[in-house]
């Protein structure tokens, strides 16, 4: 997902565009797109939040052999993210240099915003989906039949209810609580949303003192959602979207969760707080208009000790935790800080 | 001071004109301006670490009855600082709106910045100097035939060298340092000040691990330097000038250091942190070209205790702390936070 979907509306507030291509991958085929191996390219940018979920749920899912994931550069041109990570800026399965040529192959006349996550048809070259809440989602249920043994159930059926519930909190107030602050188009707006994002905040970290996980005792869909923003914040929200009430790593429950999920293979292993860093502080010249990419914060601090585990709780419930990451799709700088 | 002075040079480094109006005021009157009562009028701005330390000179000797003082507001046009707090727009005593007016009266052809603090002759309108580094040490060995009784010594004869020589390290590294940050051209310069800036800030927090003071066992210029740069570090330099390795609250020596100060009678009650916020975020559309003001961070911890007494230190040496500020100069919300 990116900005580029979104402009202060007359009173200053930040809206973000929601209309995505509504077509869903399914295990009966339904939209004409059945779970199937070796079909479909997930298409991320490790800097984008939206996308991250994607990639997480495909670690904890185990569904890296089937679905395989082309990553977007940090840095994307103006009409849309590009691929210039590969070698001659061409994604080596889809053979193109932009996202956009996937969403022009299937809709000629394409004129919403080229998001990532996306999911691309190999055989066609064509988009099938960027609606990111319904991709993560699609993972945990209808690919289960090519889940890894031991993976985990991150929407089971009896927590369904709460999960939405949580989740939809944490997409108004905090997923995309920050981009209103950082987007706002006057002082009321932003201060708006600033007062919401860290009432919610608080009232995260209160639930979190008492419990290891947001829902039951597993992590699940709705952890995934609040760790991407959360991992993003002293980096990039708390400077560049002025959330800066307090850096995450003041607030004591919050900051021991997020460290807990980083130090969960599956999180950890997604993040690249360098790509993160540069996307943000190169692609919004209206709020950054230097391009300069801020040195701190210093990270050293994601592998200290968050003693959650003494607070019980089962990560994958009665599963397993993934293996490290295949060998192309490791972060270098990941693990680093962890031995120094 | 203002940035107004300053553009980044061909390598991308911030350069700060350095031209002050050498004009002293002595007791001799050697250069046509002796010291007197009630002839001079100190002009500051809140917002201005710079004339910051004047303010807080002026309180710890008790010159306020003998040279008053001009507020200016905290975002002025792009010629010059205003008296726009005051009623009318109009300093009561100078009797003029903008500061430039003073420059004026006697250099017509005044070319260089407008710049807080500066010291105007009553009678005359015109200004006499702006080079604050002699302001300060001149207020503190020139006036003292008007110090307050118990006053302290903040430029002690036998500490002169030592009191140069961390002022000057402080000068370049952090007072300057942030600026060199904030504005700097290009990565490479952002980068070589932030390394600068972060490694004399270690540098001060272990030499302040040891001793309460910069210098000696009491309060000097150099602490007042100091000082007026790390009150406004998280509530603007980390964010705006992306001084962010870390916050100053995050630096313990450091940070009880400065609410050490802060708590003293003197400083703190020269600190008014809205106006500090609405100047740089305001003025310097180049980084921040919305003008939006981050509403963090939370202010409340500048009260918290110390526990610096504990290293012994006797904070005015032989003297006594200033009385409360005259009635006419006091920040509405200093010591709000600390009752609350």
Same mark, same amino acid.
């Given at each position: 997902m990116d900005s580029e979907q979104a402009e202060p509306t007359k009173d200053g507030e930040f809206s973000r565009d929601m209309r995505y291509i509504p077509t869903r991958i399914t295990a009966d085929g339904r939209d004409g797109y059945p779970v199937e191996a070796d079909r479909y390219r997930l298409v991320i940018a490790r800097a984008c939040p939206w996308a991250n979920r994607a990639a997480i749920v495909r670690r904890l899912l185990g569904l890296e052999p089937v679905l395989s994931m082309g990553i977007c550069g940090p840095v994307h041109d103006e009409r849309s993210w590009t691929f210039d990570l590969d070698p001659g800026g061409? $994604? *080596?399965? &889809? #053979?193109? /240099? #932009?996202l956009r040529d996937a969403y022009l192959a299937r809709? /000629? %006349? =394409?004129?919403l915003g080229i998001t990532v996550p996306a999911i691309v048809d190999i055989p066609t070259g064509q988009v099938v989906t960027n609606d990111f809440p319904s991709i993560t989602l699609d993972l945990g249920t209808e690919w289960s039949q090519f889940? #890894? %043994? @031991?993976? *985990? $159930? &991150? =929407?089971p059926e009896d927590r369904r209810d709460e999960i939405d519930e949580v989740a939809e909190r944490v997409f108004v107030d905090v997923n995309n609580g920050v981009y209103q602050c950082g987007f706002a188009g006057s002082q009321d707006a932003y201060e708006r949303a600033y007062d919401q994002l860290f009432a919610r905040l608080d009232w995260l970290e209160e639930r979190l003192t008492r419990q290891r =996980? &947001?829902? @039951? $005792?597993s992590i699940t869909e709705a952890d995934v959602r609040l760790f991407t923003t959360l991992v993003r914040f002293d980096a990039v929200y708390h400077g560049h979207f002025k959330c800066n009430r307090s850096k995450l790593s003041e607030m004591p429950a919050l900051w021991a969760y997020t460290r807990d999920l980083f130090q969960t293979p599956g999180f950890g292993d997604t993040i690249d707080f360098a790509q993160i860093k540069e996307h943000y502080y190169v692609v919004h010249t209206s709020i950054n208009p230097t391009q300069i990419v801020p040195k701190g914060p210093d990270l050293a601090n994601w592998w200290t000790p968050h003693h959650r585990d003494g607070m019980g709780g089962r990560p994958f419930g009665d599963g397993t935790p993934p293996g490290p990451p295949p060998a192309d799709e490791r972060v270098p700088s990941y693990g680093e800080s962890a031995v120094s």
């Amino acid at each position: 997902m990116d900005s580029e979907q979104a402009e202060p509306t007359k009173d200053g507030e930040f809206s973000r565009d929601m209309r995505y291509i509504p077509t869903r991958i399914t295990a009966d085929g339904r939209d004409g797109y059945p779970v199937e191996a070796d079909r479909y390219r997930l298409v991320i940018a490790r800097a984008c939040p939206w996308a991250n979920r994607a990639a997480i749920v495909r670690r904890l899912l185990g569904l890296e052999p089937v679905l395989s994931m082309g990553i977007c550069g940090p840095v994307h041109d103006e009409r849309s993210w590009t691929f210039d990570l590969d070698p001659g800026g061409v $994604d *080596p399965v &889809l #053979r193109i /240099p #932009r996202l956009r040529d996937a969403y022009l192959a299937r809709f /000629p %006349d =394409y004129s919403l915003g080229i998001t990532v996550p996306a999911i691309v048809d190999i055989p066609t070259g064509q988009v099938v989906t960027n609606d990111f809440p319904s991709i993560t989602l699609d993972l945990g249920t209808e690919w289960s039949q090519f889940h #890894r %043994d @031991g993976a *985990p $159930d &991150l =929407y089971p059926e009896d927590r369904r209810d709460e999960i939405d519930e949580v989740a939809e909190r944490v997409f108004v107030d905090v997923n995309n609580g920050v981009y209103q602050c950082g987007f706002a188009g006057s002082q009321d707006a932003y201060e708006r949303a600033y007062d919401q994002l860290f009432a919610r905040l608080d009232w995260l970290e209160e639930r979190l003192t008492r419990q290891r =996980y &947001l829902v @039951g $005792d597993s992590i699940t869909e709705a952890d995934v959602r609040l760790f991407t923003t959360l991992v993003r914040f002293d980096a990039v929200y708390h400077g560049h979207f002025k959330c800066n009430r307090s850096k995450l790593s003041e607030m004591p429950a919050l900051w021991a969760y997020t460290r807990d999920l980083f130090q969960t293979p599956g999180f950890g292993d997604t993040i690249d707080f360098a790509q993160i860093k540069e996307h943000y502080y190169v692609v919004h010249t209206s709020i950054n208009p230097t391009q300069i990419v801020p040195k701190g914060p210093d990270l050293a601090n994601w592998w200290t000790p968050h003693h959650r585990d003494g607070m019980g709780g089962r990560p994958f419930g009665d599963g397993t935790p993934p293996g490290p990451p295949p060998a192309d799709e490791r972060v270098p700088s990941y693990g680093e800080s962890a031995v120094s």
